[in-house]
């Protein structure tokens, strides 16, 4: 049974960092992609970042050189560290996961932390 639980949420100024992690029980790492999103207020979610089941990672255009993706196999973590973070960067964060295959949707989610970054 898959279940996501993350943790790192918080408040921090700009120019600040932080790192979210995401604990994957039932993940399969040759099977599943994982994934997080984000979703400000009144916005739409938007993926923020994504290792696929290869192991490559993949971060939105408008997000790199400052987030980082990575995930810990051993003890089925999925972490994002966020650098220089902005007041733009202020949304709900939630890590997701799916099987890997073309058109595939992203069916399990977490429950989300909540990231504010003050000017």
């Known amino acids: 049974q898959v279940a996501l639980r993350e943790s790192g949420g918080a408040s921090v100024q700009s120019g600040g960092s932080l790192n979210l992690s995401c604990v994957v029980s039932?993940?399969?790492?040759?099977?599943?992609?994982l994934g997080w999103f984000r979703q400000g207020l009144g916005q739409e979610r938007e993926e923020g970042a994504m290792i696929a089941r290869d192991g490559f990672p993949s971060v939105a255009d408008s997000l790199k050189g400052r987030f980082t993706i990575s995930r810990d196999l051993r003890k089925s973590t999925l972490s994002l560290q966020m650098n220089s973070l902005k007041t733009a960067d202020t949304c709900m964060y939630s890590c997701?996961?799916?099987?890997?295959?073309?058109?595939?949707?992203?069916?399990?989610w977490g429950q989300g932390p909540q990231v504010t970054v003050s000017a």
């Open positions: 039932g993940y399969i790492y040759n099977v599943h992609d």
């Open positions: 997701a996961l799916r099987r890997s295959a073309a058109g595939s949707t992203w069916p399990s």
